[in-house]
């Protein structure tokens, strides 16, 4: 008999040992990553499906509250995770879900699980299970649906991990190491703050958004500081030009944000730390290493393409409404609405920070998500 139950703090250890042994667990699923969006106003939810002491499935969901609504929006980031063929624990999760969704009065849930799409061909749980599959790919607010991976699993040493990335990769790397770059681990939250800074003005040239200290903060103290993460700065004359922030759980690597200034983009040192994370990941003995999404612009895909990943498709966005009329001005909104007001206050963003400082573009583009 299942049986689902709320996991809490100071059972984090639990949390992670356990649903770290799931094959489709990801990076998003680690315990931390939840306390990390509590800085965006999330609250998040563990819950695990027990068959009395053995753990069959689990999901991490978080809930943010819509001021002066009494409503809320619900979102199961690269959940659920369950057994193969384990129908009751998943049937399970899916009723707790429910339940939680209307007593937390959710416009709707919204899920994202770390499946390929080629898993729910002929049959899909999730739609059986009352959820309605969207067929975008992207949201604004939600995971890629399309990431680039690299398999980590093939190679037998560090030159044959090399040797797998294109020509003009490893060229790239080799001259960074030429021109006296060196690529090294953070060794404190004040160099985070650093590399932030940096991040901060890439970001505004690339003409995307990025969250603020306060987030970043926190995926040092939930992820960097306790091992699970590094943040790879780019080392020149002394001084910190640029980085890239990993996380690790359950034997997945993924790439979260990266940036140098312009003014050393002949340097290379985007490709030489994207190389140093990928051998790290590959040392740790992690099964892939992921890219965030396959980029937006040909630029960002010709860049990750060098390093030799393979595209992933997931199943993509499964929304459960609970508030059908409400739901449905939500979803126009979200997807007829605001992309283009999106892209207006990115315009806005950019201009305003031009008319305060020089710009300080990047040699490196990355898609925040």
Request: hydrophobic content about 35%; overall charge positive; charged content about 25%.
């Given at each position: 008999?299942?049986?689902?139950?709320?996991?809490?703090?100071?059972?984090?250890?639990?949390?992670?040992?356990?649903?770290s042994?799931f094959?489709?667990?990801?990076?998003?699923?680690?315990?931390?990553?939840?306390?990390?969006?509590?800085?965006?106003?999330?609250?998040?939810?563990?819950?695990?499906?027990k068959?009395?002491?053995r753990?069959?499935?689990?999901?991490?969901?978080?809930?943010?509250?819509?001021?002066?609504?009494?409503?809320?929006?619900?979102?199961?980031?690269?959940?659920?995770?369950?057994?193969?063929?384990?129908?009751?624990?998943?049937?399970?999760?899916?009723?707790?879900?429910?339940?939680?969704?209307?007593?937390?009065?959710?416009?709707?849930?919204?899920?994202?699980?770390?499946?390929?799409?080629?898993t729910?061909?002929?049959?899909?749980?999730?739609?059986?299970?009352?959820?309605?599959?969207?067929?975008?790919?992207?949201?604004?607010?939600?995971?890629?649906?399309?990431?680039?991976?690299?398999?980590?699993?093939?190679?037998?040493?560090?030159?044959?991990?090399?040797?797998?990335?294109?020509?003009?990769?490893?060229?790239?790397?080799?001259?960074?190491?030429?021109?006296?770059?060196?690529?090294?681990?953070?060794?404190?939250?004040?160099?985070?703050?650093?590399?932030?800074?940096?991040?901060?003005?890439?970001?505004?040239?690339?003409?995307?958004?990025?969250?603020?200290?306060?987030?970043?903060?926190?995926?040092?103290?939930?992820?960097?500081?306790?091992?699970?993460?590094?943040?790879?700065?780019?080392?020149?004359?002394?001084?910190?030009?640029?980085?890239?922030i990993?996380?690790?759980?359950?034997?997945?690597?993924?790439?979260?944000?990266?940036?140098?200034?312009?003014?050393?983009?002949?340097?290379?040192?985007?490709?030489?730390?994207?190389?140093?994370?990928?051998?790290?990941?590959?040392?740790?003995?992690?099964?892939?290493?992921?890219?965030?999404?396959?980029?937006?612009?040909?630029?960002?895909?010709?860049?990750?393409?060098?390093f030799?990943?393979?595209?992933?498709?997931?199943?993509?966005?499964?929304?459960?409404?609970?508030?059908?009329?409400?739901?449905?001005?939500?979803?126009?909104?979200?997807?007829?609405?605001?992309p283009?007001?999106?892209?207006?206050?990115?315009?806005?963003?950019?201009?305003?920070?031009?008319?305060?400082?020089?710009?300080?573009?990047?040699?490196?583009?990355?898609?925040?998500?």
């Open positions: 008999m299942i049986s689902v139950t709320e996991i809490q703090e100071d059972q984090r250890d639990y949390w992670d040992r356990e649903v042994r094959d489709l667990v990801h990076p998003l699923n680690a315990f931390g990553w939840g306390q990390v969006r509590t800085v965006n106003g999330w609250a998040p939810t563990y819950l695990m499906a068959r009395g002491d753990v069959a499935g689990a999901i991490m969901y978080m809930t943010k509250r819509l001021p002066g609504t009494g409503l809320s929006l619900m979102y199961g980031q690269k959940g659920p995770l369950w057994e193969t063929g384990d129908r009751e624990a998943f049937h399970n999760l899916l009723a707790r879900l429910r339940d939680d969704a209307r007593r937390k009065k959710a416009i709707f849930l919204r899920i994202d699980p770390n499946m390929p799409e080629e729910v061909a002929g049959h899909d749980p999730f739609a059986s299970g009352g959820f309605t599959h969207l067929d975008h790919r992207w949201t604004f607010w939600n995971s890629p649906r399309d990431v680039y991976r690299i398999d980590l699993k093939g190679a037998a040493n560090e030159s044959e991990l090399f040797d797998s990335l294109d020509r003009d990769a490893r060229r790239c790397v080799r001259k960074a190491y030429k021109e006296k770059v060196t690529i090294r681990p953070a060794d404190s939250i004040e160099e985070l703050r650093t590399f932030y800074d940096i991040f901060k003005d890439f970001s505004v040239s690339k003409g995307f958004m990025s969250r603020g200290l306060a987030y970043q903060e926190s995926l040092w103290n939930e992820f960097i500081s306790k091992g699970n993460g590094r943040l790879f700065l780019a080392i020149y004359e002394g001084r910190i030009i640029g980085g890239l990993c996380l690790m759980f359950g034997r997945k690597c993924l790439a979260m944000h990266m940036g140098t200034p312009y003014t050393h983009q002949k340097l290379q040192t985007y490709y030489a730390y994207v190389w140093e994370s990928i051998k790290w990941a590959w040392q740790e003995g992690c099964e892939w290493y992921s890219f965030r999404g396959v980029g937006t612009t040909p630029t960002q895909e010709a860049f990750k393409r060098k030799g990943p393979r595209v992933v498709s997931l199943v993509g966005y499964y929304d459960l409404p609970v508030h059908p009329s409400i739901y449905r001005f939500f979803n126009y909104c979200e997807f007829r609405l605001f283009d007001t999106w892209k207006s206050l990115l315009r806005l963003r950019k201009r305003l920070s031009q008319a305060v400082r020089r710009p300080a573009g990047a040699g490196c583009e990355y898609q925040q998500t």
